[in-house]
């Protein structure tokens, strides 16, 4: 298995000098490949390298701005645990974390729709805010979620 990852012609390294919402980033110079490694979720590097490394037909920028419509990966594995997003992450063998209830709000409106206008109704009804501060806070808690692979855009 080491040969075979050796001689892939993709090379993803992990850059800990660049960092992204307090993360390192991790990228492949040969396409176009990068998002934020997410300690929590993913336990080092590797396992998201080598997985780049099998997979590099599934290259995403998670870096460049979030596109409009968004889609939970397949490698992705997500579910409610009362008001929290419990997740794992497939592609590395972290433990998978539990987020917010913004997360799972947003996890609920991408994968009906792609869109996240369930999740600011939701998170508007829930915390008595204006629609205009629960787009916002819906959008940065989607554009994090993005930057760590958790998201990619809607095929």
């Known amino acids: 298995?080491?040969?075979?990852?050796?001689?892939?012609?993709?090379?993803?390294?992990?850059?800990?000098?660049?960092?992204?919402?307090?993360?390192?980033?991790?990228?492949?110079?040969?396409?176009h490949w990068a998002q934020a490694l997410d300690e929590r979720l993913h336990q080092g590097p590797y396992g998201l390298l080598y997985w780049h490394r099998d997979h590099p037909d599934d290259a995403v920028d998670h870096l460049a701005a979030p596109p409009d419509h968004l889609a939970v990966p397949t490698y992705v594995r997500w579910w409610a645990s009362g008001h929290w997003l419990a997740i794992e992450d497939r592609r590395s063998e972290g433990p998978g974390a539990l987020l917010g209830t913004a997360c799972l709000e947003i996890f609920r409106s991408v994968s009906a729709d792609g869109a996240l206008e369930r999740a600011v109704v939701e998170n508007t009804h829930r915390r008595y805010v204006f629609p205009s501060r629960a787009r916002a806070d819906i959008e940065e808690a989607a554009a994090r979620l993005f930057r760590t692979g958790l998201l990619r855009p809607e095929p």
């Open 1 to 31: 298995m080491t040969a075979y990852r050796t001689a892939a012609p993709h090379r993803p390294v992990a850059d800990h000098t660049r960092r992204i919402d307090g993360q390192p980033v991790v990228h492949c110079p040969d396409c």
